[in-house]
């Protein structure tokens, strides 16, 4: 089994910074692209910033310049500084991992997402 747990979320007001944290854990071999993703009230979830194992990056041109994605292989986490943070950036913000398990079976795993409310 694999788990994926994201941290960091909470009420910032415009202007201020956050920081996002997500652990993948369990029977993991290796993981290929990690993401985030955000959904607001009403809305489609949506693509925030990818990364991938050897950290190559994009991002939605929303965030661009604002948000930076990084990663720690060694710990399967991936991080999400996000900063100039502005009340459109408000929503649930979910993490993905593309892994392989240690039986070669490739799946894409979700958190359970952490919430971010941005207040003007």
């Known amino acids: 089994q694999v788990q994926v747990a994201e941290s960091g979320g909470g009420l910032v007001q415009a202007g201020g910074s956050l920081r996002l944290s997500c652990a993948a854990s369990?029977?993991?071999?290796?993981?290929?692209?990690m993401g985030w993703y955000r959904q607001a009230p009403g809305q489609q979830r949506e693509l925030v910033a990818r990364?991938?194992?050897?950290?190559?990056?994009n991002y939605d041109d929303s965030v661009k310049g604002r948000f930076t994605i990084s990663r720690d292989n060694a710990k399967n986490t991936v991080y999400l500084q996000m900063n100039n943070l502005k009340p459109e950036d408000t929503g649930v913000y979910y993490c993905?991992?593309?892994?392989?398990?240690?039986?070669?079976?490739?799946?894409?795993?979700w958190g359970q997402g952490t919430q971010v409310t941005v207040s003007s």
């Open positions: 993905k991992a593309d892994v392989r398990s240690i039986w070669l079976v490739e799946n894409q795993y």
């Open positions: 369990g029977s993991i071999l290796s993981i290929n692209d």
């Open positions: 990364i991938s194992s050897g950290g190559s990056t």
